[in-house]
């Protein structure tokens, strides 16, 4: 078998999970990092950051939908996958995980942006005709009482769910780090570390997306930025980042000291065939670049123009390098043996079931998904109505 | 406080729908999960029959020993005492299902004989092994040794 | 655990009818209580010599896919006292045997592996749907028809002895041959063994000789510190051995 160096089990050779299983953590992370975003907002009446609440809150929603798609795509049996809410096994993170991406579907993202958005359902519902018409009076649930009581109701409702929803969202990507991390075959997965490295990681990457989106869609509808909620947003990505980068270093500096049975398969592993990801593209492009980049907004005093670039070089080199961590933990936890005796390859084929293409597809959907939410629900009302 | 109902009235209608969503779901859940799941443990019960209700495909000794009694006494008495029949003649139920439906073809003895006796560093010190090149020279082994009682 | 031709034919025809017939599964076979049983296998390592004969009968009576392995063997070469840097081979599971291995001052033994039949399973903790379980009578199954082919179990396999079945594309692995076990036959693996140096054990059978093997020799699981609760003993098993 080509691509195999030392000794592999038999069995281990062929790769289980591919760059799909690589996408879900990933689409996963922008969901809970956005979230959370928002939530600063709401909970912790951070107002600078208000321009980005209803956006924040449509990200995550396009992301999430499309969440389960590619664990959907990568199954053997997809026709199956109902049996994971029918019977599912209270000891396999795998199942629990069905039940925790519902909640904070429905419960938490649903139920807030319907509670956010209802006034402008109900005046939408009442004004546009035709299907759109129809989409709005569904999405009333046959009530028009928009009544400053009401509204109010709402609001503190609203709050309510927000205030569920952080250790919702904290409990949905920490979930999905412990589906990696209670795997105790898997050296370079079982840790303890790993749901929180996950969480943190997600804050990070859904922070970068809402910002570069922010930034992107203002420009494309000639809008002008609100430069202080960009400079708030912009500080909390930094700081979020430093703790990241701090419990990755904790992770690597833990692993390198205790250097236990699996260490030096590891240790070759990471200058070898992960190099390129893991230590060019992850920690130096990835991570250390977009830190001091970020940096360098908090200490010298820059132009707009200026601060603008930055924060969008830095978080577009967020993206890529929270991706690479996510290719990193999931590719790079099976290219070792678990006799640590020996490394596969993985091959990322491009027009399959599993393959380049259809990883493109699923990571711009969110995109398109997001673009008709804007659409449906638009979050800016009051300036498209000036 | 009726106020307040009404004011939240679109609440009781979400309330609802996720009610009406969670019913919906318990019910088909009722109808879907499959009958004797549960039964044994999380499994459903008939995996363990339909594991059980494969047809085997070596036969074992005991079927083989029913009939060709002239074979197993010879090898009851050499160093293959411990070898069941179907380790050197392949997997043969069929054939003890119905003797004329398969007849087991004799084995090519030089691989055969290889298999198991070709020296190697690996193989415990007291497993007899040969060199077959130096031994033999290529000479196939049956014509010295008979394989159901060959001597030690 | 003898039994009679005409036992096996009947046996066998009843499977055959309960697998082609229309009339779905049938009652299990009377005499066999899973309540009864406790099914472990032995391994002598200082008996086995490489032949591959169980990876190639474990194949043929379980339609194993080529590449693939229910059990296989691994040659280990180590230099003196350099345990942890064994050299490990196992071409094509080592079902045609090994090229032979010169005489050198390594150490040098066969290690067969098979399904550990885990009695705290990592594989069947992680199965999201229970398609994987332990049987009454301590065997790890497969249940192909629910297996949604997740892989999750694959990773969490300490040992390397599950993969995605190519054309049924659910997880496949050792069944301790239970469609033979529970009819009173040995394993495929074991039937073809020609040293002996595999042993199904069945720990509830007061008789069975796998309470004296492991009284009196000196025993090790793989992976000992996974604690997994594995039921596959190996006697003279190396510090090496991974």
Redesign the interface.
Known sequence: MTGVEGFMYPNEVELQWSALIVLYPYITGLVAGAFILASLERVFKVAAVRPTYRLALLTALAFLLVAPLPLQLHLGHPERSFEMYLTPHRSSAMAMFGFVYLWYLMVVLVIEIWLDYRADIVRLSQTRRGLTGWIYRLLTLGSRNVSPESRRIDDRVGWAITVIGIPSAFLLHGYVGFIFGSVKANAWWSTPLMPIVFLFSAMVSGIAAVLLLYMGISWRQKRKVDMLCLDTIARYLFYVFLIDFSLEMLDLVHRIYEADESFRSLDFMVRTRLYTSQVIVQIYLGTVLPILLLAATQVLRLSERLRRGLYAAAGLLTLAGIFAMRWNVVIGGQLFSKSYLGYTSYKLEFATREGLLTTVFLMVLPLAILWGLLKLLPPWPEREAA | MRNHVREAEHLIRLALVFLAGGAAFLLIRQAVVPPGFGVHGHYRAAALEENRLRPAVYAGQAACSDCHEEQVKQRAAGSHRGVACEACHGPLARHAADPSAAAPRPPDPVALCRRCHEADAAKPKNFPQVVAQDHSGGEACNSCHQPHRPKV | M????RG??VL??A??S??SGAGG?????AR?R?AEHWWAMTIDI????????CVK?CA??NQVPE???RT?V????VEAGDYEH?????P??GKN??P?????TAK???VP?LCNHCEHS?CV????????????DGVV???E????????C???????????HPE???VDKC?L????I??G??T?CC??????ARQLADLKNPKDPVHEFLRTHKVQVLKPH?ATGSKVFYKDLDGAV?
Request: proline letters at 7%; aromatic letters at 12%; charged letters at 20%.
């Open positions: 003898s039994m009679t031709r096996f034919i066998s025809a499977a055959a309960a697998l599964v049938q009652e299990p076979e066999y899973m200082d008996k086995c010599i490489g032949c591959g004969n009968a043929e009576e590449g693939h392995f296989w691994e040659r280990y070469t064994p050299r490990v081979e196992s094509q599971g045997g090994f032979p291995a010169a005489q050198s040098t033994f066969f592996k990592p903790q992680v199965c999201p749907v229970g398609a994987t379980f332990e049987s009454p199954l497969v249940d028809k629910y297996c949604i082919g997740c892989r999750y694959v990773q969490a396999c300490p040992y390397g002895c599950r993969y995605i049924k594309h659910t069944s041959c239970y469609h033979r529970t009819k036959l040995t495929a039937e073809a063994c020609p040293t002996g996974m991974r």
